[in-house]
Nanobody, 125 residues
Framework: QVQLRESGGGLVKPGDSLTLSCEAA????????LGWFRQAPGKEREFVAS????????YYAASVTGRFTISRDNIKSTMSLHMSSLRPEDTAVYFC??????????????????WGQGTQVTVSS
């Protein structure tokens, strides 16, 4: 069992950058697939990015490809999402997640079994 905690959210202007962090408490991430999802008001939680167990493979939703970068540090048991060129449509609660059953990149909600509480990102002028 692991506990995940996100941080780094806030209010930014369009075009700004922001980095989110996710830390594991109690246990390390081990050799698990990790990912980020987001949920905007009134919408379903959607996939943002995933990273394989060693960080060598990353996969992004089309809407964030080229703007967001996911990374992980298995020694520190942390994961980050660097977001650049932010747009108003990026506004959402961002959740970090872990998929204990997998080691390769995954993009479906049901493939992940551990979730953080979420951190709010608001992009507005």
């Amino acid at each position: 069992q692991v506990q995940l905690r996100e941080s780094g959210g806030g209010l930014v202007k369009p075009g700004d950058s922001l980095t989110l962090s996710c830390e594991a408490a109690g246990q390390t991430f081990r050799a698990w697939t990790l990912g980020w999802f987001r949920q905007a008001p009134g919408k379903e939680r959607e996939f943002v990015a995933s990273i394989s167990w060693a960080g060598r493979d990353q996969y992004y939703a089309a809407s964030v490809t080229g703007r967001f970068t996911i990374s992980r540090d298995n020694i520190k048991s942390t994961m980050s999402l660097h977001m650049s060129s932010l747009r108003p449509e990026d506004t959402a609660v961002y959740f970090c997640a872990a998929a204990s059953r997998y080691q390769t990149v995954k993009s479906l909600r049901e493939e992940y079994d551990y979730w953080g509480q979420g951190t709010q990102v608001t992009v507005s002028s």
